[in-house]
């Protein structure tokens, strides 16, 4: 079956590619594996709630990206106010940190012993700075790391703070330091540039745009295809890929394509290649890892459980990483009036003890959790159920960089395959940044040389932030 153009994933980035392609006149087919679209940032729905997978603001500084939303979506967007804290030793945080409320919780002598370590670490900073405990402590002092940083980092991660690289700090934190915290909450931003206060978001979740932008594939001409997973890719000597073999519905389909983009881990890509890479490529690709995590979703009955989108679980006392509340982003995600969802998330690898607990003990472990943490008494929970998610976070440890680089050298030499999202570039990107890693590929598979998916977001600059002014034309 000749095809123009496959795209490998129904994630934001895969589908923008899709809508792209259309815009140019191509005509493309994206294959999901899962029944659902959207990929991380899909919506799952139970007994009438909808739940987002990971917690989605969309927000973007990227004029193009914005444009997009609200063209696929219009009035479906709301404006939701930003509110999240961060739970440690008892006590609750403002996220931005606010000084007042931080140095009450804090006491007198902790915060007279958490300024002395700033000063400390300004004066004496760790050099050369490799890790994300190194890039922390030097901007906060290592008291202030350890408090709001150093648990919650490896409850995400599930490695030590000193064996993640400082690339992923630099990537995502960049800006941020006490300095910078201090300013921000006494409103005093001269050169400093504050978290956003709100944020859009679709009414029924992610998934509803991204069911939409599906939908919208299948009107401009293109082929959409869920439970369809992309086993083989067979390429010839000059670097080109001449057929892909997909699994859909447990059957083959032979697909001959013009040009593929892919979503798909990076390392599962290079691992589906035939001819096979070789043997240094494919022991890089299998060296980059992912960190997994499932959500575990109570159902309450009772409201106004706290105002936040979701806090951050820090003290170590707990096994859940970030809890969000879905009537606070958006009520109409919530099937009665008087009930509340809870996503309860936590952090794994599958095959470790969290993974294998069957889905009852988990919604269990959840419940007493949740009451624990005193946000709702365990006799008010009427149901839950599990979500787990592979491959969610790509893994920044100490030698991601040098077995990424392999990688990319060796997909470099393919002339008619791209890969982009955030598990396709091992790349902790935004969903923003996702979307433009695909405008941009296509843009290159058009003929715009100078249009690289990998120069995005290379700045290192806060995903907060961020501008990024792309050239980028449309039909």
């Known amino acids: 079956m ?42 799952v729905k139970w007994q009438g709630n909808r739940v987002d997978i990971g917690g989605h603001r969309f927000f973007t500084q990227v004029s193009v990206v914005d444009e997009r939303w609200h063209e696929w979506l219009k009035d479906e967007m709301i404006e939701v106010p930003r509110l999240s804290r961060i739970f440690y030793g008892g006590k609750f945080y403002p996220y931005p940190l606010k000084l007042l409320e931080t140095l009450r919780n804090f006491g007198v002598m902790r915060s007279l012993l958490a300024l002395l370590s700033y000063v400390r670490s300004r004066l004496f900073p760790i050099k050369p700075e490799l890790t994300f405990e190194d890039w922390v402590s030097n901007r906060f002092g290592w008291r202030l790391y350890r408090t709001f940083f150093k648990s919650y980092t490896e409850k995400v991660w599930g490695i030590p703070c000193s064996e993640i690289r400082a690339d992923w700090a630099a990537q995502r934190i960049h800006g941020l330091s006490l300095s910078a915290a ?24 992610p998934g509803m745009m991204w069911e939409r932008v599906a939908d919208l594939v299948h009107e401009k001409g293109g082929e959409a295809w869920q439970q369809s997973r992309a086993v083989e890719l067979h390429h010839d000597e000059k670097g080109r890929v001449t057929q892909v073999l997909i699994e859909r519905d447990g059957s083959p389909v032979y697909v001959e394509p013009q ?48 105002p936040d989108n979701w806090i951050y679980i820090h003290d170590p006392e707990y ?48 419940t007493r959790e949740m009451a624990a943490l005193g946000l709702a008494k365990a006799s008010a929970v009427e149901g839950g159920f599990v979500i787990r998610q592979l491959d969610a976070y790509p893994v920044y440890d100490a030698t991601y960089a040098e077995h990424l680089a392999v990688v990319r050298e060796y997909l470099g030499t393919f002339t008619n395959l791209a890969t982009v999202g955030r598990s396709g570039m091992h790349r902790y990107n935004n969903q923003d940044h996702s979307m433009l890693s695909a405008m941009t590929a296509v843009h290159r598979m058009l003929g715009q040389e100078d249009s690289d998916p990998w120069t995005v977001n290379t700045e290192r600059s806060n995903h907060e932030e961020q501008v990024l002014k792309p050239k980028l034309e449309t039909a």
């Open 2 to 43: 000749k095809k123009d153009c496959l795209v490998i994933g129904g994630g934001p980035s895969g589908l923008t590619a899709a809508d792209e392609l259309l815009r140019h006149g191509r005509v493309p087919l994206v294959v999901e594996a899962s029944s659902e679209w959207g990929g991380i940032a899909r919506t």
């Open 319 to 366: 096994r859940v990483g970030r809890i969000q509340n879905f009537r606070n982003w958006s009520a109409d995600m919530v099937a009665e009036p008087d009930m509340t969802t809870l996503g309860m998330e936590y952090f794994c690898s599958r095959g470790d003890d969290l993974w294998t607990l069957d889905d009852e003990e988990l919604v269990k472990l959840a």
């Open 182 to 205: 201090i300013l921000n909450s006494l409103s005093l931003k001269r050169g400093v540039k504050s978290l956003i206060k709100t944020f859009k978001y679709p009414r029924l979740g």
């Open 259 to 306: 040009e593929v983009v892919s979503t798909m881990p990076i390392g599962t890509l290079v691992r589906a290649l035939r001819p096979a890479a070789p043997a240094p490529v494919l022991h890089a690709a299998a060296s980059l890892k992912h960190r997994d995590f499932l959500i575990v979703t109570l159902a309450v009955r009772a409201q106004g459980l706290f």
